[in-house]
């Protein structure tokens, strides 16, 4: 069974909308974050499959059905942990939980693992192995570029115009190509009707917006060296993730983890998703100890 929540974030940060998988009450909770300009539909093939436990999956705030940022903001991922903090404060503020995570949702939850590590039970993370990094030498540069897009940054609202224009759109995304089906689950949360019954992009576009500050590699090891919980990595075998496991910086990611699995399976960016819902989903059940 599942049902469409929200959760209202404190100091008027709006809502949170999410979809929570009932399963088996009795298991410890799950919560899932997705990937950039993705939603919590992105886990609707593979969650049905997951064995034992209630699971939310937000969507972050200025995508899916969620809150876009008040007028003026921008978007940074720092400030995404503060959202996540207070959804897992309701649903469980006292015992540990379970993070989930795919692609910057899985960078963000590794975050949070490490700033919060009693209140983790285990992480699990899907094509996704903590944030970018910058290095010092660039952050002038990079700054600079930042605060000049932010400025010419229209905020004119272009309706879609078709839903077909937007599935092809979707499944030719900048994080990876999607099948047609795998688009339209997303679109399901990734486009809202307007009241002249045309359509518009649910994502907010300020999202697109590149990063004001990042943090330093140095910094992303201090995050990882940080985290106790026992994490799973599940990359695709066509995925982001294939190309960055030569790099030097990959093998010293992999290295800081105090305990990591890795699995790999057949699929790109969006196994989750497209190509292997069923086997991720099994993956995850082997390394929560639930049984399949």
């Known amino acids: 069974m599942v049902e469409v929540i929200t959760f209202t974030l404190p100091h008027g940060r709006g809502q949170i909308a999410a979809k929570h998988w009932f399963k088996d009450q009795s298991g410890m909770p799950i919560l899932a974050v997705h990937g950039w300009l993705d939603n919590a539909a992105t886990f609707d093939r593979c969650f049905p499959d997951i064995k034992g436990h209630p699971i939310y999956a937000m969507d ?33 503020p006292t015992e540990p939980i379970i993070l989930l995570g795919h692609s910057l949702g899985a960078g963000l939850l590794m975050l ?28 002038v540069s990079q700054t600079r570029d930042a605060m000049l897009r932010y400025q010419q940054l229209s905020t004119d609202v272009r309706p879609i115009k078709s839903i077909e224009v937007a599935t092809q759109a979707r499944m030719q995304g900048m994080t990876g190509a999607l099948s047609r089906d795998a ?110």
């Open 112 to 139: 949070m693992a490490a700033l919060f590590p009693q209140r983790v039970s285990k992480l699990v993370l899907i094509e996704g192995l903590g944030p970018l990094s910058a290095n010092p030498a660039d952050i």
């Open 60 to 92: 972050l705030a200025g995508h899916g059905l969620s809150s876009h940022r008040a007028a003026g903001m921008r978007y940074h991922n720092a400030e995404f942990l503060d959202d996540i903090l207070a959804v897992m404060d309701v649903i469980s």
């Open 183 to 292: 688009a339209q689950l997303l679109l399901q949360r990734g486009i809202r009707q307007q009241d002249d019954g045309s359509y518009v992009w649910s994502t907010d576009k300020r999202l697109r917006l590149p990063s004001l500050m990042r943090f330093s590699e140095e910094q992303v090891v201090s995050f990882i060296q940080a985290i106790t919980a026992p994490a799973l990595l599940i990359m695709g075998d066509k995925g982001m993730l294939v190309m960055a496991a030569s790099s030097p910086q990959y093998a010293a990611r992999i290295g800081f983890f105090k305990s990591l699995q890795q699995v790999n399976l057949s699929g790109g960016h969006h196994l989750h998703l497209d190509e292997s819902p069923r086997q991720v989903a099994q993956a995850i059940n082997a390394f929560l100890g639930s049984k399949a």
